[in-house]
């Protein structure tokens, strides 16, 4: 978490201080080539599935429940800005942000009240859950001209992730005699928090109609493993982020 | 209206004349197996006529949830009035139209009845049969009994309990005792076994307070195990006399991890017995209407066997079912729970009874006979009743348990938990597949008439037990020689299913082995269809067993 604080400060704060530089230079070409500013709505590609599980007593013998939750692919936001430090190497930081619904399916094992060894096996599909990836990017960049209005761009460096997920917690089912049955009737479900230290690597391509204003596309991988409390006890492994891609505002001051 | 008036005169005089005629051939009772053509049509029309005049009087109708667009009428004869006990009709019909008659009635009677004993005369004689230690359960009612000889009297009949339960027939006109039989069925207690088979099985039972009873509250019915912790006086007041049943005689746990094996078995057996009837046949316990099922286990421990046994080995190497004990007649189970390891019985050591899951079943079994078709306790129908409970015994051993020859499995020996021999020897009280591996025929030339088991009930069950085997598992009877192509063991549940419609919803009361071949024969019609696999092997295996 603070490591996702700092990184944001410094984004906010890198912006005047170029423009605050800019204007006691006076140079014609310093302002355009300092600061940089991308803005740009992205698709996010599905994340890995993960699982998770739990373990509880019920009717005298071991049940157990499996939920997996899938992260599908999803639009996202991404604004990034930074500072040239030399014509062809800059720095910069980047916050995306991503939020989707993650169809979840559970699976249960629920022990039979008569028998021992015939659980009923439940199966239902789970709605309105949803995960939030709110990601810090760190970068290096590497600035190529490729002509006078066409800027390619490659970038790497660590990410913060901070990822909040709904997760299911326990689940209810209805059952009636003779019991061989039971049917899903509800789950309970809370929200986790877990932060993670993961990477950012991509490619930008703009072409600047004007010396200050341009459009550009952006492809990035940013990732994380995220180790999401469980539902049972410990922690599950998940990853967070993916392929990123998508286009939007150049600026440059 | 007026040509259908007189065909039913014409087919009622030709009936009355058969009657007749039956009579003198066979003057107790005509015995009715009507299935095809003229016959069941005859028949029906009868059994019509009969309802119009009130010689036959609706007892109940039933529906088989097997067949559920069929009505079952069981029917009781009466003359002027007056019911003739055991004289039963029972048809079945799709849409109004009989399929099938089965039935065992009198023919026209010219008894009186008008009784010379009065009310008040007749009821101290029942008290006094009961004597002082004794109680009469159920109030005198006047019946027509008919007689081993064939001969009919007017009579009355009340249930008495002292030292058993025994439903009794006064002569109306002279006080005489005519007949007794006893109510309470037991499972008999021959052998010996190495005690409660060491599983692990779960209790659906409730929590009061700190403490686990064993009363099911999962299951439909009520269903509780008491407990009379080795006081076999309490078990008699309660199982005879009706003494009430309190929570604090509920058999109980204090974790809720019983270890009086007695209770689990009995407990757990009971409600695989009732999920079995639930889930093959779509029965809801005893009655269908999920009557009360209670059950009594440890009136003796076993560490004081050996001392109480001259007294009370009813209570110890035995299981019984009695439809009118308890309190209110609610009916009762009870479980022995056998002698010490160090002594045997026949060369067999017995242990727990309720430790056999094919013992409860039986037990539980009786209850359902009781409450359907009632076979009479005595005789044919008494052994057909006794069959009952040792086929649904061995089919609930069956529908729970994997087969084999070993502790906890399934097989044909009934009570092979309880009564355990030496090595090399047969487990179990009973063998459907050798009957006479324990003494019973599995022929009906081998039929035994022993008086001092109600006509053999415990000894001629092995012929209908033999059939039920046969039909199944196929096979040669030992004493005809013949063959049987059973159905096989996969297709079990076909052979279950004909016997069970056949003996809950099809016999009358007063059955005869002749009557449940033709009704299993029926049964197997109705539900697999004529020409069957399943009609062929019901009919091979009472064939092979010599019952036509």
């Known amino acids: 978490m603070r490591h996702v604080a700092a990184a944001a400060i410094f984004a906010l704060l890198a912006v005047p201080a170029s423009a605050q530089v800019a204007k006691s230079n006076q140079r014609p070409r310093t302002p355009i080539d300092r600061i940089f500013v991308s803005i740009d709505g992205v698709y996010q590609t599905g994340g890995e599935d993960f699982t998770d599980s739990k373990t509880f007593v019920r009717n005298a013998e071991d049940g157990s429940f499996a939920t997996n939750y899938s992260v599908e692919s999803g639009p996202a936001f ?13 720095v910069g930081v980047g916050v995306s942000r991503f939020s989707h619904s993650t169809p979840t399916s559970i699976t249960a094992s629920v022990p039979h009240p008569f028998f021992f060894d ?43 992730f901070r990822v909040t997920q709904d997760i299911v917690n326990d689940f209810t089912y209805t059952e009636s005699y003779p019991f061989d049955t039971a049917a899903l009737a509800s789950t309970v479900t809370s929200s986790v928090n877990e932060s993670a230290l993961g990477f950012n ?34 922690t599950v492994d998940a990853s967070a982020g993916k392929l990123q891609a998508g286009a939007g505002l150049r600026l440059r001051f | 209206m007026r040509r259908m008036t007189a065909v039913v005169a014409v087919i009622a005089a030709t009936l009355a004349v058969s009657l007749v005629k039956g009579r003198a051939q066979q003057p107790s009772s005509v015995q009715i197996s009507a299935t095809t053509g003229n016959e069941l ?57 009989a399929q099938s008659i089965f039935g ?155 270890t009086d094996s007695a209770a689990v078995d009995a407990h757990a057996y009971i409600g695989w017995t009732y999920d079995y009837y639930f889930k093959r046949f779509g029965r809801r316990g005893l009655d269908d209407h999920d009557r009360p099922v209670i059950a009594l286990i440890n009136p003796v421990l076993q560490k004081d066997a050996a001392v109480m046994f001259a007294e009370w080995s009813d209570y110890i190497v035995n299981a019984s079912w009695c439809g009118v004990c308890g309190p209110a007649g609610v009916g009762v189970m009870l479980f022995g729970n056998g002698i010490p390891p160090q002594y045997t019985l026949g060369g067999q050591t017995v242990t727990n009874f309720a430790a056999s899951l094919d013992i409860v079943a039986h037990e539980l079994t009786h209850g359902v006979t009781n409450s359907s078709s009632n076979l009479t306790y005595q005789n044919e129908s008494g052994a057909l009743n006794e069959a009952f409970s040792d086929i649904m015994g061995t089919s609930v051993e069956f529908y729970h348990q994997p ?23 047969l487990n ?23 008086p001092f088991d109600y006509g053999g009930v415990h000894t001629n069950s092995g012929i209908p037990n033999h059939a039920f085997f046969l039909a199944i598992e196929g096979g040669v009877n030992r004493t005809s020689g013949l063959a049987v192509q059973g159905v096989g063991r996969p297709n079990r549940e076909q052979i279950e299913k004909i016997f069970y419609r056949a003996f809950v919803y099809l016999l009358p009361s007063d059955a005869t082995f002749s009557i449940a071949r033709a009704a299993t024969i029926q049964a197997a019609r109705d539900l697999y269809g004529a020409g069957s696999a399943a009609e062929r092997a019901v009919t091979q295996a009472w064939t092979a067993v010599g019952v036509f």
């Open chain 2, 428 to 450: 179990g009280t009973r063998s459907l597949i050798n009957p006479a591996a324990f003494g019973q025929p599995d022929h009906y030339s081998r039929y035994v008439v022993d």
């Open chain 1, 118 to 160: 015939r659980d009923r096996a439940l199966a239902g599909d789970i709605g309105g859950l949803t995960r939030e990836e709110l990601a810090v990017h760190v970068q290096a960049r590497l600035v190529i001209p490729v002509s006078r209005r066409l800027q390619a761009t490659v970038f790497g460096g660590p990410s913060f």
């Open chain 1, 78 to 90: 991404n604004v990034s800005g930074g500072v040239h430090l030399t014509q062809k190497l800059a």
């Open chain 2, 104 to 258: 065992q009635v009198s023919p026209t009677l010219t008894i009186g009845t008008v009784p010379a004993m009065q009310a008040d005369a007749i009821s101290a004689r029942f008290a006094a049969l009961a004597g002082a230690d004794g109680k009469v359960l159920r109030a005198p009612s006047l019946t027509i009994l008919r007689l081993a000889s064939g001969e009919y009297r007017l009579a009355y009949n009340a249930v008495v309990a002292n030292k058993g339960v025994f439903r009794v027939f006064l002569d109306a006109q002279t006080g005489s005792e005519l007949v007794r039989y006893s109510e309470i069925q037991t499972q008999s207690a021959v052998g010996t076994g190495h005690g409660t088979i060491g599983d692990t099985k779960k209790m659906s039972v409730s929590k009061q307070g700190s403490v686990y009873v064993a009363d099911d509250l999962m299951r439909p019915p009520l269903l509780r195990t008491y407990d009379m912790r080795g006081d076999p006086w309490h078990a008699y007041l309660v199982h005879d006399f009706g003494f009430p049943l309190f929570t604090s005689d509920l058999a109980s746990d204090t974790d809720n991890d019983w």
């Open chain 1, 201 to 234: 690597v991509g490619a930008d391509l703009s072409y600047f109609f004007t010396p200050q204003l341009g459009l550009g596309g952006t492809v990035q991988v940013v990732g994380a493993n995220v180790d999401m409390p469980s539902a049972g006890s410990g």
């Open chain 2, 403 to 425: 087969f084999g020859a070993g502790i906890g499995q399934a097989d044909y020996l009934l009570g092979e938990d309880t009564f355990r021999s030496p090595a090399g020897a």
């Open chain 2, 41 to 97: 049509r005859s028949w029906d029309g009868w059994v019509t006529q009969a309802l119009r005049t009130g010689e036959l009087r609706a007892m109940r109708v039933d529906r088989d949830p097997l067949l559920p667009a069929r009505e079952i009428e069981r029917l009781q004869q009466y003359h002027n009035g007056v019911p003739i006990w055991g004289a039963q009709i029972v048809r079945d019909s799709a849409n109004g139209v």
